[in-house]
């Protein structure tokens, strides 16, 4: 059997003579001892160092690759007509192959050879990655309007033309040009997407618990903490890394591989702009691919390290509290859980038999669920964990919607703003915990507190926003013209296609038109720059002067409070970051010592059945809400036109206010009950020790029996 799994000063003691009996047969041929051999081997694969460096650069690849989604998610919507109930479905679904297989990976964990079952771990969502990218290679070319593939894209299809004029120029509904084929290749799409997504969960599940397990059973038992800190905070950069990955590449057109002959009209600030959300993965997945070709060179078992880091008491401290943190945050930071809480899991019973695992693990679930601390500190972390789910997940669509941002610059604000102040607020909660020595009841004020600010930083934000200005024959603002168009009449001799869409801008007025041929547009000019061409419509009945128009939606009228927006919600981040460390130490200082590693466990699979998966789904659900213009493919609803910006940044603002106010319920009683706790506790300490008292009582029971029996 292999070394154990457990938890540091526990790991497996490899004797001198027994690692030297080891190293020398592990891959010799024919696996005998070759004292000459053992020297010609390269040892940088017997090294818990060069395994660390491995990891740390495979778990922030494998972390990039599983956030990656959603950076791109609004982009992905609009390429392949899904709702926003559906992507964030989509989005939720890589956790679903994790939570089902990770059980069962705390049983093998000990049985099997962890670098070579996360190397195929790895491979695994190098396929997984590959796989997302196959949709847009059996797609048709994207086009941003519904002319056929053989005629110019953007050019007289959605001009004001009468039908006798120019029958030829009129494109035919896409409704009427359906056929069984293109719904069947949409559903085989989609269909890609979701097993992709299962897929790179299943990846997942054997890479960080095993390489923590192997790093904590052969590191030196002083060195390990630091490791472990030094693997976490490399890891935390994952995130961050996916949507500065996802910034660059969607300022990409979407078909690079495969442009159309005389370029494309469009700029990243056009509505149907889609960028290169595919070309993300196949970077990812072949950083991953990269970062598992060394696990298949490690040993099963290494010699264990015996040097101890010379400048290790000057970074322990730092260290120990990187550990501490990374057992308990690392699942709301990212789509992948944390490293400590799967290692955790691990530990569960490695010497059991799968019938024996099986059966004890609901018994010793419900006895751990009874403690009151450790159920409402696992209740505010699913508070928590949704709210970041669902900010990760919809955060780029929210403000590309409601400030007119685009999709890449969305994500560089994540990026490079809320998830690097979300990363101080864990080390701000790590350093207070460590250096004031915070007890239960201080840990429990720490995260009443920073959940506090946190509910009180989100109020503005219902505030942070405009209504959204007026589309002619989508919605109407009070104290304009009702109608189709301003001025009556001026459609009657256009032919316009039910279903196009590309919109154009009445600046003057603040009006859109669905197409320029629903603002009554004869004419189309292109105006040529040096870095961009702008298009123009002229000769609009419709408009007042008769334009022109320039291509594209209305910007926003308050754009300019997306980033004091974005600065309240990276504060409120890092508030609500502040609670990870004290939160988990409550969970290791409420429960038995015996349960300890068990209850991290089922906190974490908590996290991921009450929080990850539904919280996408639930944030999706509300947003489509929100909608007042569907596009229609084949006559069922595709994506989303346009949304009612007052209701959306209620509903979706309003949910990470619903979940906010939830994890501050929680902690307020969480203090009740340990107020409560010291209170008993103060009693117990005032009633004097009956063993004590029945001892010095038994000294002089001779010279007063009466007081002696009072």
Known sequence: MGPRIGPVGDELQVPDKDTKVMVGTEDAPGGKASPKHQHLRPSVFHSIKF?????????????????????????????FGLSSQTSGLLAAFNEVGNTALIVFVSYFGSRVHRPRLIGYGAILV????????????????????????????????????????????????????????????????????????????????????????????????????????????????????????????LRLYVDIDRMPEGGISLTSKDPRWVGAWWLGFLLSAGAVALAAIPYFFFPKEMPKEKDELRFRRKVLAVSDLSVSKG???SSEQSPGASPEKKAGLAQMAPDLTVIQFIRVFPRVLLRTLRHPIFLLVVLSQVCVSSMVAGMATFLPKFLERQFSVTASYANLLIGCLTIPLAIVGIVVGGILVKRLRLGPMHCGTLCLLGSLFCLLLSMPLFFMGCSTHQIAGVNHQPGAQPGLELF????????????????????????????????????????????????????????????????????????????????????????????????????????????????????????????????????????????VYWA???????????????????????????????????????????????????????????????????????????ESRV
Not at 129 to 136: A, N, R, S, Y
Not at 590 to 599: F, I, N, P, S, W
């Open 126 to 249: 190098t396929l997984a990655g590959v796989l997302m990218t196959v949709p847009h290679f059996i797609s048709e070319p994207y086009r941003y309007d519904h002319t056929s593939p053989d005629t110019p894209q953007d050019f007289e299809a959605s001009l004001c033309l009468a039908a006798t004029a120019a029958p030829a120029s009129t494109p035919v509904p896409s409704n009427s040009s359906c056929s069984g084929y293109t719904e069947v290749q949409h559903l085989a799409v989609v269909g890609i997407m979701f097993t992709a997504q299962t897929l790179l969960g299943v990846g997942g599940v054997p890479i960080q618990p095993f390489g923590i397990s192997y790093i904590d059973d052969f590191a030196h038992n002083s060195n390990s903490p630091l490791y472990l800190g030094i693997l976490f905070a490399v890891t935390m950069m994952g995130p961050g890394m996916a949507y500065g990955l996802g910034s660059l590449m």
């Open 488 to 627: 009556p009449g001026c459609m009657e001799p256009c032919s316009c296609p039910p279903d196009d869409f590309n919109p154009v801008c009445d600046s003057s007025a603040r009006v859109e038109y669905l197409t320029p041929c629903q603002a009554g547009c004869t004419g189309r000019v292109v105006q040529e720059a040096p870095d961009k061409s702008q298009v123009f419509y002229t000769n609009c009945s419709c408009v007042a002067g008769g334009g022109p128009v320039p291509a594209g939606s209305c910007d926003s009228a308050c754009s300019h409070l997306v980033l004091p927006f974005m600065i309240l919600v990276s504060l409120g981040a890092a508030l609500a970051s502040v609670t990870h460390t004290p939160s988990f130490m409550l969970i290791l200082r409420g429960v038995k010592k015996e349960d300890k590693t068990l209850a991290v466990g089922i906190q974490f699979m908590l996290l991921r059945v009450l929080a990850w998966m539904p919280s996408p789904v639930i944030h999706g659900s509300a947003i489509d809400t929100t909608c």
């Open 327 to 329: 057992e308990d945050s």
């Open 632 to 706: 229609q493919s084949c006559g069922r609803r595709a994506v989303c036109r346009y949304y009612d910006h007052n209701l959306l940044r209620n509903r979706f603002i309003g949910l990470q206010f619903f979940f906010k106010t939830g994890s501050l319920a929680c902690f307020a009683l969480i203090l009740a009950i340990l107020r409560q706790q010291v209170k008993e506790e103060g009693a117990k300490e005032t009633i004097p020790n009956p063993g004590l008292q029945q001892q010095l009582l038994a000294s002089g029971a001779k010279k007063e029996p009466e």
């Open 51 to 79: 395994f660390l460096l491995c990891h740390s650069l495979l778990q922030l690849a494998q972390l990039m690759i599983s956030g990656y989604l959603k950076s791109s998610i609004s982009t992905v919507e609009k390429r």
